[in-house]
């Protein structure tokens, strides 16, 4: 658990500057709120990689600390989920700026809320685990409304290549999957004993979450570069684009 999480924020700092180097600092269209975008998401994953490595380091020192680092591991989820939004919903809505504007703000104050929530001391007692899976699943769950909208506003196959469709999909997959295991203990409930080392449900959700951030990166940059390179400036009618790419 230590070791998934914090190899996953290694590789997260490593690549965000070969991402600016490589692709972001040469491209002249690139704009800051590009950059802005990109690299929150890259911050919500170090964030929630890193908190959640230190979580299960220090959980054994003693139980006021192990108290204080589970709470900084739930806050560094909402960080994940909420700067996932960011760069998803900038794509997703990249020549509708006004809807940029209502999405971000509401997920921003959705991930507040849920902060408050998490921090209280009652959060992390064993009979509030579905309500813990339950409130993140409902974050990352919340983003089927802007896909829908997005879907609807350009079709599917635009809407692949705009948002990155098929990498939200594959995200949102490993988040549900990996919590719901969480959630329900699977599969030791059914193995009891036997997967105290390796192969347990909190493993597996790390992995989920490691596999989700990968998508989403893989997403984020494919949409990035489609804008850039088709209409960057929005000069194109997205009911052009949208003609073109649903033939």
């Keep these: 658990n230590i070791w998934s999480h914090l190899l996953g924020?290694?590789?997260?700092?490593?690549?965000s500057p070969l991402v600016y180097f490589k692709y972001i600092g040469l491209t002249d269209t690139i704009r800051w709120t590009d950059v802005a975008v990109f690299y929150i998401f890259m911050a919500g994953a170090v964030a929630c990689l890193s908190m959640s490595a230190l979580f299960h380091t220090f959980s054994?020192?003693?139980?006021?600390?192990?108290?204080?680092?589970?709470?900084?591991?739930?806050?560094?989820?909402?960080?994940?989920?909420?700067?996932?939004f960011y760069p998803a919903i900038f794509y997703g809505f990249y020549?509708?700026?006004?809807?940029?504007?209502?999405?971000?703000?509401?997920?921003?104050?959705f991930g507040a809320a849920t902060i408050v929530a998490v921090v209280r001391p009652e959060f992390r007692t064993p009979q509030y685990r579905w309500i813990r899976s339950s409130l993140f699943l409902a974050m990352g769950l919340s983003g089927i409304i802007p896909a829908l909208h997005g879907l609807a506003l350009y079709g599917?196959?635009?809407?692949?290549?705009?948002?990155?469709?098929?990498?939200?999909?594959?995200?949102?997959?490993?988040?549900?999957?990996?919590?719901?295991?969480?959630?329900?203990?699977?599969?030791?409930?059914?193995?009891?004993?036997?997967?105290d080392h390796f192969g347990a449900s909190h493993q597996i959700f790390h992995v989920c979450v490691l596999l989700g951030c990968l998508s989403h990166f893989l997403g984020v940059t494919k949409a990035m570069a489609f804008w850039h390179d088709s209409n960057h400036s929005c000069s194109i009618p997205i009911e052009q684009m949208r003609a073109v790419f649903n033939k």
């Excluded at 020549?95 to 104050?109: D, E, F, G, M, P």
């Excluded at 599917?156 to 997959?173: E, Q, T, V």
Aim: with cysteine; net charge positive; proline share 3%.
């Design 95 to 109: 020549c509708y700026k006004t809807w940029q504007i209502v999405y971000t703000t509401l997920i921003s104050i």
């Design 60 to 84: 054994c020192h003693s139980e006021p600390i192990a108290h204080q680092w589970n709470r900084c591991d739930y806050v560094g989820i909402v960080f994940l989920i909420v700067g996932s």
């Design 9 to 15: 924020a290694l590789v997260c700092i490593v690549v």
């Design 156 to 195: 599917y196959h635009l809407a692949d290549k705009a948002i990155s469709l098929r990498y939200m999909i594959c995200m949102g997959g490993c988040y549900v999957f990996g919590a719901l295991l969480y959630a329900s203990r699977i599969p030791e409930r059914f193995f009891p004993g036997k997967l």
